[in-house]
């Protein structure tokens, strides 16, 4: 059934159809932030800045924020 | 319906961000450790102070270290999936997959390769923490800059392209990129804070491995990815180049 309607249409035509903005929006605000949040605790927390006290998320972390190309310390 | 496919493709493009984090995980630890060592071994031998040890050097380079690519991973794939989601159509005639690579790619450059030119990854003892703020500050900042003057340069060789042909558009577009980058790390001030005596091959060693551990982050988020949308977009057994054979 599926693939009989869309046999049809050339798989060029079909991937060019853009997803709506609107669409799209919602998910890239919430996760979008979502990610910017992990990527700051890898990145960034208990270094530039910290949230959570101590050294704990720093140093478990230290190997890789490195190798990342974050600047550590 | 289209919000449905956004989810999907946000969701996969993590699982992808997290299997290439794996596999990039594995390349840090095998490439990466060494120089990580070195540098550490050159801090000691320096007396400067680190107190006592939190997270002990075998818990940071293994358990520590999967930890943060796979959590980095995860999160470049989602946003990249995202961002994606925006690209698909939108950049000139390509499906799923060049959609993908391209994306993989442009991040790669955009996210890594261009801020680093300017703020390379540096191993331990290798900066000084009273400046680490700055430091970061500036790095974000970068990579700021380079996102937006990519997005920029994207959207400069569209505009270009129905007139000049997709050739000369992108052409242009990619000089003037490369121009107002060379404006932005001329302008920018210098990161660097290298201690004396610090061994430069042990400095490039560790840079290399750091542009290592991103080219296969990227590239392997590119492909699998890639394979993962192309099922969600383009859901066919058989698609493209035999249909048009045969039809």
């Known amino acids: 059934m599926a693939q009989s309607t869309a046999a049809p249409t050339p798989t060029t035509t079909q991937t060019l159809t853009p997803l709506p903005l609107r669409a799209i929006a919602p998910w890239a605000v919430f996760f979008g932030v979502l990610m910017l949040v992990l990527l700051y605790f890898v990145g960034a927390e208990q270094g530039a800045t910290a949230l959570v006290s101590g050294e704990g998320v720093h140093e478990w972390v230290h190997d890789a924020r490195h190798l990342l190309g974050f600047p550590c310390h | ?247």
């Open chain 2, 1 to 247: 319906m289209n919000s449905t496919t956004v989810r999907t493709l946000l969701v996969r493009g993590m699982l992808a961000g997290l299997a290439a984090g794996v596999l990039a995980f594995v390349f840090a630890y095998v490439v990466g450790e060494g120089s990580v060592d070195a540098a550490i071994a050159f801090e000691e031998s320096h007396s400067h102070e680190h107190g006592e040890e939190l997270v002990s050097r075998s818990l940071q380079s293994t358990a520590g270290l999967a930890t943060g690519v796979l959590v980095f991973g995860v999160a470049i794939g989602g946003i990249a999936a995202l961002a994606f989601c925006f690209a698909l159509g939108r950049i000139g005639r390509f499906g799923a997959r060049a959609t993908a690579a391209l994306t993989a790619l442009a991040g790669f450059l955009l996210v890594y390769l261009v801020p680093i030119l300017k703020y390379p990854a540096n191993p331990p003892a290798v900066g000084d923490p009273d400046t680490i703020g700055q430091r970061t500050a500036l790095f974000v900042l970068m990579i700021a800059l380079s996102v937006l003057l990519g997005t920029g340069a994207v959207l400069l060789g569209r505009r270009l392209a129905p007139g000049w042909g997709n050739w000369n558009a992108s052409i242009t577009a990619g000089v003037a990129f490369v121009a107002a980058v060379g404006v932005a790390m001329a302008v920018l001030p210098h990161g660097d804070n290298i201690p004396k005596g610090f061994p430069a091959a042990d400095l490039w060693e560790f840079r290399l491995a750091s542009i290592g551990i991103q080219a296969v982050l990227w590239s392997a988020f590119g492909l699998l990815f890639g394979y993962l949308a192309e099922r969600v977009l383009e859901p066919r057994p058989v698609r493209g180049r035999v249909s048009t054979l045969t039809a």
